[in-house]
């Protein structure tokens, strides 16, 4: 392997390391701060706050040029990747919406939706009859 391709692969990994745990911390604090058992206001949270980041950043990133390939590496695949993949589903959602592409970012957003939650629920049905 080339060592700029080495490089990037530990700045992803590393990146992904301190995304984790910033999601473990947040989402368990904002949790906590909601005092509800049942609704998931920790996850909404830390996935509300990856789609401002990722957001703001991205501006930066078009319109200045403001980071190199291997900050977007650790910033963006990594510690955002770590914190939460919604916010990269957001960005890459609202890229298709601004470039017009109105019907690629619906089936986007229904095939995450509708597909994820089917895969949760055959998941869960291949688990049960295996390991009934």
Known sequence: MQHDVVMRLLL???????????????????????????FPFGTLGVNLIGCLIIGALSQLAETRGAFTA????????????????FSTFSNETFNLLRSGEIAAAF????AHLVLGIGAVWAGRALAFVIWR
Request: charged letters at 5%; zero cysteines; hydrophobic letters at 45%.
């Open 70 to 85: 291997e900050t977007r590496a650790l910033v963006f695949i990594g510690i955002l990747g770590g914190f939460t993949t």
């Open 107 to 110: 089936l986007n957003l229904a």
């Open 12 to 38: 992803i990994g590393f990146g992904g390391f301190v995304g984790s745990i910033l999601r473990y911390a947040t989402s368990g604090w904002m949790q906590q701060l909601s005092h509800s058992t049942t």
